[in-house]
């Protein structure tokens, strides 16, 4: 008969080296998170991850299912019910047993963090949670293209302009088309529906702008001729990293300081010259 035994591991660092450890159970027989049996003794480790276990024939099937126990004790319970379904002839469809985010983001995120850079993990990993919070589903195959343009929708009601809204929703497409294998145009929104227009700049005439630098200083009136002839951007503008100190310097006196050193309060230099276009 077919072993249908399907049993839970964690892999930790024993003595600087990763080894299988069965983990440890509480008093309600459920696993105590990131303890496991090490060579007789229970001991802590956080670190590492759980997989799931079981032979097929000859071979061992081990699946990463990621840091949360309960995640790979479901995982076991699902995999156990379709391998003794199949040792007793009952017809069994691939998509009879759903896929879960729970089994799958934190595999996912811990791959994009391997491959890519630091800054676009945590933007991954922040949008990831948020649309899993605003879904409230954790079956990949409840989740429609109504949800991702509904939840667009959401961040543009929140604050966010329609450029982030629709980035963070091609973001949580990206691991849905991954998670779900699909094949390139199958998937659930595309860059159409991440389209924007963007907003024409604002123009000044040469009297609104001749009444700012009327009450700008020498040294702020020449810091803000080179901002007008290089065309810097708002953005640009807004943020000014540490060593940026002429910058600094113009601002400093109009109570738009740079916090802790680094960068300049949010919109502070947008805000001056919105400020002083008014006198």
């Not at 105590?32 to 079981?54: C, F, K, L, M």
């Not at 989740?143 to 929703?169: F, P, V």
Request: charged letters at 25%; aromatic letters at 12%; a positive charge.
């Amino acid at each position: 008969m077919a072993n249908r035994s399907v049993t839970v591991w964690k892999s930790v660092k024993i003595e600087g080296r990763w080894k299988y450890c069965k983990p440890a159970l509480g008093k309600n027989n459920k696993i105590r998170p990131d303890w496991v049996h090490v060579n007789g003794s229970v001991q802590h480790h956080p670190e590492g991850w759980y997989y799931t276990h079981h032979r097929e024939g000859s071979k061992h099937i081990w699946k990463k299912i990621g840091p949360d126990p309960a995640s790979a004790e479901r995982e076991a319970d699902y995999t156990s019910a379709h391998l003794h379904a199949v040792a007793v002839g009952v017809p069994v469809k691939p998509e009879a047993f759903p896929v879960m985010i729970s089994h799958t983001l934190a595999g996912y995120l811990e791959e994009y963090r391997l491959s890519k850079r630091d800054a676009s993990y945590r933007l991954m990993k922040q949008t990831l949670e948020e649309f899993l919070n605003f879904t409230n589903k954790n079956y990949i195959e409840r989740i429609t293209r109504l949800d991702l343009l509904r939840y667009k929708s959401w961040l543009i009601e929140r604050g966010r302009t329609e450029r982030t809204a629709g980035n963070k929703m091609l973001r949580c497409n990206q691991y849905l088309r991954a998670v779900m294998r699909l094949e390139p145009g199958k998937e659930l929104v595309t860059e159409k529906d991440a389209r924007y227009v963007e907003a024409e700049p604002e123009v000044f005439s040469q009297a609104e702008l001749d009444k700012f630098f009327a009450v700008c200083s020498p040294f702020q009136r020449a810091i803000f001729s080179t901002f007008l002839m290089a065309g810097l951007r708002k953005q640009e503008l807004e943020i000014w990293r540490q060593g940026m100190w002429i910058t600094q310097r113009a601002l400093s006196p109009f109570g738009h300081a740079p916090v802790g050193g680094r960068r300049l309060g949010r919109s502070a230099s947008w805000k001056f010259l919105r400020t002083c276009w008014k006198f």
